[in-house]
């Protein structure tokens, strides 16, 4: 079975922390990607990576970034974390061809900004 | 843009019964996928069914089954003889196709929470 691991289950952190979320999948997938969960928003992209130290921007990258220096980890980082950051961040990964939309999602993390 | 809308915030059902959650899209896209994913309360998503819009068949998965009407951009999830482990947020979710595969950036829409009842 393909996992996506996320280092945190819950994460609390102060305004202006700099936050790293990391995710790990096993089945060197090509493609990767975070998502923010929002109550009555949906899912969001915010960042996705096609391949090693490449990404491009989702709908909502401000105030993200990402780092991919190997192929099975995408870091998503917070330069100076805000309270509009508390949310639930979702990893995913996906094969480079013939996934047709199935993605494989780790179990989230919910960040906490205080 | 693509946008992807679920007009039920929530839905209850009996345990055994039948529901039906709605979904409806907005695409200029003649090729494209269409996607109900479910997220139980342990928070990992996982595909439940897909449809690809050039098939005029709808999917179907065991109890799950779609009604793809893809004039209208309509595509409702049909859940039959409900059990309490499909409790959950269901969301439907759009992927234009990309021609030699990749990508696989998908739409969400804002999810439906089903609560299947004892």
């Known amino acids: 079975d393909v996992k996506v691991t996320q280092s945190s289950r819950y994460l609390v952190k102060r305004t202006g922390e700099k936050v790293f979320l990391e995710c790990v999948q096993d089945?060197?997938?090509?493609?990767m990607f975070w998502y923010r969960q929002d109550p009555g928003l949906g899912l969001r992209l915010i960042y996705f990576?096609?391949?090693?130290?490449?990404?491009e921007k989702g709908d909502i990258p401000e105030g993200y970034s990402v780092s991919r220096e190997k192929k099975e980890r995408f870091s998503l980082i917070l330069e100076s974390a805000s309270t509009n950051q508390t949310s639930m961040y979702l990893c995913?990964?996906?094969?480079?061809?013939?996934?047709?939309?199935?993605?494989?999602f780790g179990s989230g993390t919910q960040l906490s900004v205080l | 843009a693509q946008t992807v809308t679920q007009s039920q915030p929530e839905m209850s059902v009996q345990e055994a019964e039948t529901v039906t959650l709605s979904c409806t899209y907005d695409?200029?896209?003649?090729?494209?996928?269409l996607f109900w994913y479910k997220q139980p309360p342990s928070r990992q998503m996982i595909l439940v069914i897909r449809?690809?819009?050039?098939?005029?068949q709808n999917a179907t998965e065991n109890r799950f089954s779609v009604n793809f009407q893809k004039a209208a951009k309509s595509f409702s999830l049909k859940i039959s003889d409900s059990q309490l482990g499909d409790t959950a947020m269901y969301f439907c979710?759009?992927?234009?196709?990309?021609?030699?595969?990749?990508?696989?950036?998908?739409?969400f829409g804002k999810g439906t929470k089903l609560t299947v009842n004892p």
């Open positions: 995913a990964s996906a094969p480079g061809t013939g996934a047709r939309g199935k993605l494989f």
């Open positions: 089945m060197d997938h090509e493609n």
């Open positions: 990576s096609y391949d090693v130290k490449m990404k």
């Open positions: 695409t200029s896209e003649n090729n494209y996928y």
């Open positions: 449809q690809e819009a050039y098939k005029q």
């Open positions: 979710a759009f992927m234009k196709h990309y021609r030699g595969g990749g990508s696989e950036k998908l739409v």
